[in-house]
């Protein structure tokens, strides 16, 4: 097990403990942040030359499952936040020297939603939008936000998205934009941008992250690492977050249940049909982020030998992946129905764990129908539907 991994699990009673505080202020609490940060986490997929780990994607989930079956948002904030030094590593070289060049912990939030129009001008980009779910943005000093370039008439010219990479002196945090009821502590708040000048180096287009032309081009490619997918990666990053909860809400429900008595006197650990309701639902969830991990295993196992991840498995790894999560909130669901009312009072953990996962469930990411379709298009002609990227 990579230390930083055992490390964080060590931290699991700490970061428990701040759990509640980061729902309070609607983002992690500063001390969260920065054992976050001291661990590395957010560092695990960033290259070496910029002073980060360059460790396997395999490791980095683990790690993500650590911290996110005690914290939820702590976990989902790593994963997202964390995804994204992968992206940077596939940058302009100039980029890269602008966000780690002076701070090799420097995080970047997101999202990748095309909300932005993109006008072209001289040396790039004059760029504007608004957009939603910006996890952990209160503690990033640069931002991935995705756009549309627009012709003379302010229409999209038909050339796709692309993610424009801007520094925090560029946007604004929209305060009280994150009034939600389930991962209220990953601070997912609105970003707004209103005619930003974006440099084109500061373009990234998805296919070539695709591809593998981005690789290329920033001399990562002979690294297996960056020959992982990067849509892959980011709807990984997402599955997993979610797993996390789906595992420390039934830890929630162990521990509560252990010393539960019902209104009927009964003690719950006792009760047969409750201790089969718990069998087949840990079962579930044990194997759904053993499936998870299995998958990251696959197609970590592919780029080390350097070759091309075809269509085909990287479809099949993202219906996998969205049945593991829909198989895991199922379960998690069964144990609820068994756990009676009182855990929905505000100062039960298992209902925050609960609301957390639905809301994390509801990811794009995480919607399985989608994703299947994508398959079985893959399965059928060996391509992927228009507009879907893996």
């Known amino acids: 097990m990579s ?12 970061f428990a403990e701040q759990a509640a505080e980061a729902d309070e202020l609607g983002r992690l609490p500063d001390e969260t942040a920065k054992l976050l940060r001291s661990a590395g986490v957010v560092r695990m997929l960033q290259p070496r030359d910029f002073g980060g780990l360059e460790t396997s994607p395999v490791d980095f989930f683990k790690a993500v499952l650590a911290i996110g079956r005690r914290s939820p948002s702590a976990g989902w904030v790593a994963s997202v936040v964390g995804i994204h030094p992968f992206e940077f590593a596939q940058a302009d ?36 939008g608004r957009w939603s779910f910006s996890s952990g943005t209160d503690h990033c000093d640069w931002i991935i936000l995705g756009g549309l370039t627009v012709g003379e008439d302010g229409k999209p010219d038909g050339t796709g998205e692309k993610h424009f990479i801007l520094p925090r002196s560029d946007y604004e945090i929209i305060a009280g934009s994150w009034q ?7 601070g997912s708040k609105d970003i707004v941008i209103s005619g930003a000048f974006v440099p084109s180096y500061r373009v990234i287009d998805p296919d070539d992250l695709e591809s593998r032309r981005a690789a290329t081009a920033a001399g990562r490619v002979g690294t297996a690492l960056y020959r992982m997918p ?3 990666m980011f709807g990984s990053a997402i599955a997993c977050g979610t797993l996390a909860i789906a595992e420390g809400l039934l830890r929630e429900f162990t521990e ?8 009927r006197g009964m003690v719950a650990a006792a009760d047969p049909h409750t201790l089969g309701v718990l069998g087949a639902a840990s079962a579930d969830i044990a194997s ?11 197609l970590w196992e592919i780029a080390q030998r350097g070759d091309m991840i075809p269509v085909l498995v990287r ?7 969205v049945n593991a999560v829909r198989r895991a909130i199922d379960a998690a669901d069964r144990v609820m129905n068994l756990a009676g009312g009182s855990v929905m009072r505000l100062d039960n953990p298992l209902q925050k764990f609960w609301r957390d996962l639905h809301i994390a469930g509801g990811h794009a990411a995480n919607v399985a129908d989608k994703t299947f379709q994508v398959y079985g298009t893959a399965l059928f002609t060996g391509e992927l539907p228009k507009g879907a990227r893996l």
Do not use: C, N
Not at 256 to 263: F, K, N
Not at 288 to 298: K, Y
């Open 180 to 186: 939600v009821v389930g991962l209220k502590g990953t």
């Open 230 to 232: 990067f849509h892959v």
């Open 288 to 298: 759904s982020t053993r499936d998870f991990l299995a998958s990251i295993e696959r």
């Open 315 to 321: 479809a099949e790894v993202r219906r996998d992946q």
């Open 256 to 263: 509560y249940t252990r010393s539960r008595v019902t209104a």
């Open 93 to 128: 070289r100039r980029v890269q020297e602008e966000v780690w060049g002076t701070d090799p912990d420097t995080w970047t939030a997101s999202p990748y939603a095309p909300m932005g129009r993109a006008t072209p001008v001289e040396g790039g980009y004059r760029f504007s």
């Open 3 to 14: 230390t930083i991994v055992e490390h964080l699990e060590e931290l699991g009673d700490v």
